[in-house]
């Protein structure tokens, strides 16, 4: 290999503006947008409130099926997710439900890994605190929103991030349980895209370099609003590593 192939001459954006050209083509740029920022914030702010009922009442109320239930709850977590498409898409076809923004958020409203983790940083609470709102006439929703929760504001944002970039990178619910192209996201536009960049350069007999760029612009599109919003949030991984560094 010579010196002209390894290094480039010059740095373009010709990539990311064909990119964008074909996405706006295809299909409306801007609602693949919307529908990506809609799903990803309603379907974790849905599933951060259902996990933190549920992993705050598994650590506070005292039963005797709590602790088989919480079992229960993680030999779920061994499921693959491929075991659960055939079920799912049945389910959703007998109810009607293919092809509607629910098929979005059904599956996604609740995840036994969130629950059990909010279940593991409940145990970290002051208990004299707990006790003391009880006597002051406190509510159990009141003492875990006044509480509980700005208690586990680090756990709350590291879920948070990670489960909102999981619900912007999901593309296999519109591949299965989604074919409307106005509801797509722009992982399904960025995806379709790609399928006809590589169609074409295979019918030309060009040279792959062409669809390998697009493939990388893409890429970079597709990971920018996540990159944009990670600064913000760095900074309750640091608060969560040093919570419990200083007692005493």
């Known amino acids: 290999a010579t010196v002209d192939t390894v290094y480039p001459e010059a740095a373009t954006a010709d990539a990311q503006i064909k990119v964008l050209d074909n996405l706006i083509s295809q299909q409306p740029l801007g609602l693949a947008m919307k529908n990506s920022f809609v799903y990803a914030i309603t379907v974790t702010v849905i599933c951060l409130f259902i996990c933190s009922l549920a992993g705050y009442g598994f650590e506070v109320y005292h039963d005797k099926w709590k602790d088989k239930l919480f079992s229960v709850l993680l030999l779920a977590m061994m499921i693959p997710q491929v ?26 409203i609740s995840t036994p890994f969130m629950i059990m983790m909010f279940r593991q940083n409940s145990r970290a609470f002051p208990v004299d605190i707990v006790e003391a709102a009880r006597i002051d006439g406190c509510g159990e929703f009141k003492i875990m929103y006044r509480i509980a929760i700005p208690l586990c504001v680090p756990t709350i944002a590291t879920l948070c991030l990670f489960y909102a970039v999981g619900r912007w990178n999901g593309i296999d619910d519109q591949l299965y349980y989604v074919q409307k192209t106005g509801l797509h996201t722009v992982q399904m536009a960025l995806k379709q895209m790609i399928e006809a960049v590589n169609v074409q350069s295979e019918e030309s007999g060009t040279t792959q370099l062409v669809a390998e760029n697009i493939k990388a612009a893409s890429i970079t599109l597709s990971m920018t609003p996540m990159l944009v919003v990670y600064p913000f949030i760095q900074r309750f991984f640091t608060q969560g590593i040093m919570l419990g560094a200083v007692k005493g």
């Not at 109810?95 to 509607?100: F, K, M, Q, S």
């Open 83 to 108: 075991a659960t498409m055939i079920p799912l898409f049945r389910m959703f076809s007998k109810a009607g439900l293919l092809n509607t923004v629910l098929a979005f958020f059904l599956p996604m």
